[in-house]
């Protein structure tokens, strides 16, 4: 799998630029940097390492113009939220300068930075919470950790595994859970899951349980703005697995929701990367 990884990003970079990383190890590599005018740079969970070769302006654009294969326009939608997803479910990072229209993002110009970032699919990672989440048959279940600890990580292999026996609908705002690429997921998120791709959970979560009846909503990183969605959907019966950015659930109710609304999480569970990436430090 890595050195399919490894394929899929130098497939869509220059020669100019792969020809710098043929003899890279990707087997802990989590991010490629491209910045125009600076050093290509790599960056794995522990160190961050430049090499001796900068990166053009001109050569962006061309690695722009592979990642859309040569149709950009097709590719709107997505350079509107500043990411593309690649095949095998990895994600080019954007940045440049934005369009604005009525205060929305209508497109991306003049593009000054890209940042491949490797998408590891890891099956059995849900393992150790899974006993949590399915205790009492199921439960409403919250993770909180601050970035980079695997919470997308998790509930992506929760979906695979509730998906083999329940309906699952993913509310993927970010397109990170399913990671869909010309409507297919490119990670293995359960026979019985259903994704909304790229929909903000706020608008999602009401038109998943409108059309596909599900048993349990799975979505990520939700904020404020999320809740009276989501306490529609505990009031019609559906579970709900979500994660929330956070260092513990006091933080996360301050911030993002009430007392009555937390107590309907009958499982909250706090991770970190003290003994590496998905340590469960509280189960409550």
Known sequence: ?????????????????????????????????????RRLALFNHCESITLPYTITGQEI?????????????AYIEEIKNCFITLQGGHR????????????????????????????????????????????HNLQNTLIISPPQCGKTTIIRDAARQLGKWLKVSIID???????????VPQHDIGELTD????????????????????????????????VDAICKALSCGV????TAHGDNAEQVKRRIMSDNIMEEFGCIITLSRKKGVGTIENVA
């Not at 490797?118 to 205790?135: H, S």
């Not at 705002?173 to 690429?181: N, P, S, W």
């Not at 349980?209 to 404020?224: C, K, Q, Y």
């Open 239 to 242: 579970k709900i697995i979500a």
């Open 61 to 73: 654009e061309q690695t722009l113009r592979m990642i859309c294969r040569s149709s950009v326009y």
């Open 92 to 135: 080019v990072g954007l940045c440049g300068r934005v369009v604005l229209q009525d205060n929305q993002i209508i497109n991306m110009v003049q593009l000054n930075g890209l940042n491949f970032r490797i998408a590891r699919e890891v099956k059995g990672a849900a393992d150790k919470i899974m006993p949590y989440i399915t205790k």
């Open 173 to 183: 705002e970010r397109g990170e859970i399913a990671a869909m690429r010309d409507g």
């Open 1 to 37: 799998m890595v050195g399919d990884s490894k394929k899929i990003i130098l497939e869509n970079l220059p020669c100019s630029i792969a020809d710098n990383l043929h003899n890279v190890s990707f087997a802990d590599l989590e991010e490629v940097r491209l910045r125009a005018g």
């Open 195 to 226: 994704v909304l791709d790229l929909c903000p959970k706020a608008i999602g979560i009401p038109l998943m349980l409108r059309s596909m009846s599900p048993d349990v909503i799975i979505t990520d990183e939700i904020a404020h703005c999320d």
